[in-house]
């Protein structure tokens, strides 16, 4: 398998443009699924998460073609309702493709989606929202099977607002005509990106921007041309590798207010920012970094995703910062990755206490998730020395082409197959 080699040493410095997001990407690629015409994406990157997507639809009868950043998905032939194990267990997302098809065959199998290296991530809250648009949910070995003799709008309230099933069950109640309420649904801007989509299809969606979603659904929806939002992990992914190098990068092509409780967050340990339409110039400073307590919370709140990112930055402040994390449990793998590289971090169940340290050195590490992945690459870029890191396909699953846009600001990674390359 893939890995990492990086010298650390080298500040970030240029231009970075910021790829198309994949938590938006993902579900409008499985809009696709809610209409037998042409559905054209621009701006999809070209991810793992995204490769399997484009697998997924094409064993459910898509013809897909992908070329140059866009996906292009027509009918091929007869749609199917039932998904193979083999490519549900690749990513936890295929759980998605349950709404359209549920709306387009009042039936669908899907096998569980199992365990995920975060934790527990139940789709219980995607099925009690199936049950009230009129569906029955079963689990029959190992897949969980829906049906209904007919579905009808309702007005649901999630328990928890879960990203994955506020798009699953908007996604469901486009097709069905009349009007269907999310309460407590996500707000993170991805929704919003979706809901675009699905109003182009012909549907009628309306965020308050509460956490209440209207969904007027129609009895057919139409193909679309869409270009995706800006990913706003990756966005702030850069600006902290920016900040940890203290570098002079300017991260181009995001959407600033996407990213606002890190823009905060930074300015306030101390790195200057230049915040413009559609771009964030991360600035060199010399003054020591300032410790922070962070605590992750749906959006607008700390993205959960950025958290380790975030941890490797606070590992070299001048002080003693504590990181939250309120969304997932097992979220601190990346940990005991970064003590190898010489940080002082304790964890304690859901708080991570950061001791700031003069410097970190090179190390041999592996990554446990795709954002804790990214976290340890940042610190390779900041430590004295060679570091190596291990299962970069989790990197690959949320960043396109990391070592590229790396290299181009100044950094040294090579990626290298130890199993194929010599050195």
Known sequence: M??????????????????????????????????DEPFILHRVPNLRDVRTTLKILTALGKKVTYENGTATIVADGQLKNTLPYELVKQMRASFWVAGPLLARFKSATIPLPGGCALGARPVDIHLKGFERLGATCATEQGNVVLSAQTLQPAKITLRFPSVGATQNLMMCAALIVGETVLENMAKEPEIDDVAAVLTHMGAEVFNDGKGRLVIRGQKQLHGVEHTVVADRIESGSYMLAAAATRGDVRVEGCVPEHNGILLECLQEVGVPLEIGKDYVHVKPYDTPLKPLRIKTAPYPGFATDLQAPWMTLMTLANGASEVDEDIFENRFMHAPELVRMGADIVTEKSVARITGVKSLSGAHVMASDLRGGFALLMAGLCASGMTEIERVYHIDRGYENPEGKLNALGAKVTRYNPDKDDF
């Open 2 to 35: 893939d890995r990492f080699l990086v010298e650390g040493g080298h500040k970030l410095k240029g231009s970075v443009q910021i790829s198309g997001s994949k938590n938006a990407c993902l579900p409008i690629l499985v809009a696709s699924l809610l209409t």
